[in-house]
């Protein structure tokens, strides 16, 4: 007697029950709940190590430079490109023949040590991110000397943060250029998009605010 009850209680159950039914609304829910809180815990994370590999990537990219700098001088006994040959700028495309890469080109194996992977999109297509250095000490005429005396702090390029659009294509600037844009527009590249990468002479990086 008490397995027949048993049983037609187990039965009642079973007619209840939908064969073909899979989570209810509530499960979902609670899954879907679980998966973004597990998102928001590890997008942080994934940001954090995203950021890090572009700026190793940067790093590496600005130290090729500095070598090419010192094979560079080497090469044109003891001077680099000056203000002249730069056309008074600071950046410019990858093929102005009066920009930075185009004395350089020679030396580095590819284009891509042009090109900081966490640089401002809007620039990709100019094929340079990086801006560089027009300082007096380093683009004399007479020769560099002053600039290799002190390499530990004469920095030579950088991500380009100020400027949106590169000088004319292989027309001199006047005074100086490009013009900088507002500052509010600045463009900082790593670490939570506050800091910039400095590359030095003598092949040191720095990443700091401007």
């Not at 942080?44 to 700026?55: E, M």
């Not at 004395?103 to 340079?128: D, E, H, I, K, Q």
Request: hydrophobic share 40%; net charge positive.
């Amino acid at each position: 007697m008490r397995r027949a009850t048993v049983n037609r209680v187990v039965h009642r159950r079973d007619r209840h029950r939908d064969p073909q039914s899979g989570f209810t609304l509530l499960e979902l829910l609670v899954v879907i709940a679980v998966v973004a809180m597990l998102a928001a815990l590890l997008m942080p994370t994934l940001a954090r190590a995203k950021d890090g590999a572009q700026r190793a990537a940067c790093i590496s990219n600005l130290r090729q430079l500095a070598f090419v700098y010192h094979l560079y001088s080497e090469e044109h006994g003891n001077k680099l490109p000056t203000n002249d040959m730069l056309g008074r700028s600071n950046y410019r495309m990858l093929a102005d023949p009066l920009g930075l890469p185009s004395y350089f080109r020679s030396y580095c194996p590819t284009n891509r040590v042009w090109m900081c992977p966490a640089g401002r999109r809007t620039l990709s297509s100019n094929g340079v991110n990086y801006a560089w250095s027009r300082a007096q000490g380093l683009i004399s005429s007479n020769s560099s000397n002053y600039a290799f005396d002190r390499m530990s702090s004469m920095f030579v390029v950088w991500d380009n943060y100020p400027y949106a659009l590169p000088s004319v294509f292989g027309v001199p600037e006047i005074t100086g250029g490009p013009p900088v844009i507002t500052r509010a527009l600045w463009y900082y590249p790593h670490s939570g998009k506050k800091k910039v990468n400095w590359l030095y002479l003598d092949g040191h990086v720095e990443t700091r605010a401007p």
